[in-house]
């Protein structure tokens, strides 16, 4: 006989889609069917073994070129291709150079402004990229545990700062481990911490001068939540929900 | 036309997905050359269109663009194979066997002969999820179906991928990802 559970709630189980009532509630029901029991065990292995299999296939080296070469190709205006638009052209490189000129006379406070603000983007740059190199294989964790008390010691020595190193399995984001990670060439602790199928990086620095104190923001597809405690930075990366990084964020500032 | 700052927002929040786009079309098509021509179709097309798209998950509105020439080349190159769209009605589950719960570990080249012996709408809903680890509000988005069409197209997808697994070997090489 098939539990009627196992077509589609043990799924949404598994694939951590259930809310945390939902989840509990399957919890229970687990510890009395036997063939739902079953079943998540088989979904269990079958994700291991693709998962182990490296199927991902990679963009290949002459689509990352092509795709590079064609777009730009793509995008010129027709005018541009077409000599006889030339001259009218001409004039108007001269109107756009006018204003780019007027532009700077009016705009230094405005470009002040945008400076700090394109310092914040390139911090975040730093960042993002720092998160997309640990998930390279191999690069993601250089103490691998899920228990806080080793990872906390192992920054000893390494690292002139003790970062405040916390497990929030319970509350959907085990601690997977840490890392130290080289932004903007000071060294900064990396916490690894899992949420459902996403890797999440907590990068803790300590607070420099310039430093905002809230702030969030997505760059490449991927959010980013950044905020100050106890004379430290923190900077939340992952491809996951806002919502997600908003909790963990949360979760940190809670005593 | 793009503007100059809408180019940029694509080199910076597009550009980036090119894996993602490349291995979805790559096991959708089942072949390296038809992934590279047709992920290059789709960001042309993802270009032209990007200055209609203001905010939103970039990763899912490219691969529902991918995902939509994928199926378009099928259906140009008659690709004989089951085309038909997942049909909870005419297709009801069937009890799996035991043995097929009780899957042995297999290896790489097994494994991807076995996603790629899944009909084309098992294959993408596996590799969004297993591959792309796509939430499944997302792989709904993607595949424009309900959340309910996907949950139970993606129990049945593992399904019957385990059961090809129990399956003896077929001869034949395996295409080369």
């Known amino acids: 006989m098939t539990c009627d559970l196992s077509q589609t709630r043990l799924h949404a189980y598994f694939d951590g889609e259930l809310d945390a009532m939902g989840a509990a509630e399957f919890e229970r029901h687990l510890e009395s069917c036997p063939d739902c029991d079953t079943r998540l065990a088989a979904e269990e292995k079958l994700r291991s073994a693709l998962a182990g299999a490296q199927l991902y296939a990679r963009a290949p080296e002459t689509l990352r070129r092509n795709l590079q070469t064609s777009l730009p190709k793509a995008a010129i205006p027709p005018e541009v291709r077409d000599p006889k638009a030339k001259a009218a052209n001409s004039w108007r490189w001269l109107a756009i150079a006018a204003t780019v000129i007027l532009s700077v006379f009016l705009g230094t406070q405005y470009l002040e402004k945008l400076n700090r603000y394109s310092q914040q983007q390139a911090m975040v740059a730093v960042i993002v990229d720092a998160h997309l190199r640990s998930l390279q294989p191999g690069h993601l964790e250089d103490v691998i545990s899920t228990d806080q008390h080793t990872v906390k010691p192992w920054f000893d020595g390494k690292i002139d700062f003790a970062p405040p190193v916390r497990d929030f399995g319970n509350d959907g984001f085990p601690l997977l481990g840490g890392r130290l990670d080289v932004i903007d060439s000071r060294t900064a602790a990396a916490l690894v911490y899992g949420r459902r199928k996403h890797i999440v990086n907590v990068f803790v620095e300590k607070v420099q001068p310039g430093d905002s104190q809230d702030a969030s923001g997505e760059l490449q597809g991927y959010h980013w939540v950044s905020w100050q405690q106890n004379g430290f930075t923190f900077t939340a990366v992952s491809d996951t929900a806002y919502a997600d990084l908003d909790q963990l964020k949360q979760l940190f500032l809670a005593p | ?177």
């Open chain 2, 1 to 177: 036309m793009l503007e100059p700052e809408d180019r940029a927002r694509f080199e910076a929040d597009v550009m980036p997905h090119r894996d993602a786009a490349y291995n979805l079309a790559r096991w959708i098509l089942r072949g390296r050359a038809q992934a590279e021509d047709v992920t290059q179709e789709a960001f042309l097309r993802a270009y032209r269109s990007f200055g209609g798209f203001q905010t939103g998950n970039v990763r899912a509105w490219l691969l529902q663009i991918v995902r939509n020439c994928c199926f378009t080349w099928l259906q140009q190159n008659h690709v004989a194979e089951e085309m038909t769209e997942f049909d909870e009605q005419s297709m009801p589950p069937k009890p799996e066997n035991p043995e097929s719960l009780a899957m042995a570990t297999y290896d790489r080249e097994r494994l991807q002969r076995a996603l790629e012996d899944l009909p084309a709408h098992f294959r993408e809903i596996i590799v969004l999820r297993e591959l792309e680890g796509c939430s499944y509000k997302e792989i709904a988005a993607i595949t424009t179906r309900p959340i309910g069409t996907v949950m139970s197209a993606l129990a049945r997808a593992r399904q019957q991928l385990r059961t090809i697994l129990t399956e003896p070997v077929p001869k034949g090489a395996s295409r080369d990802l």
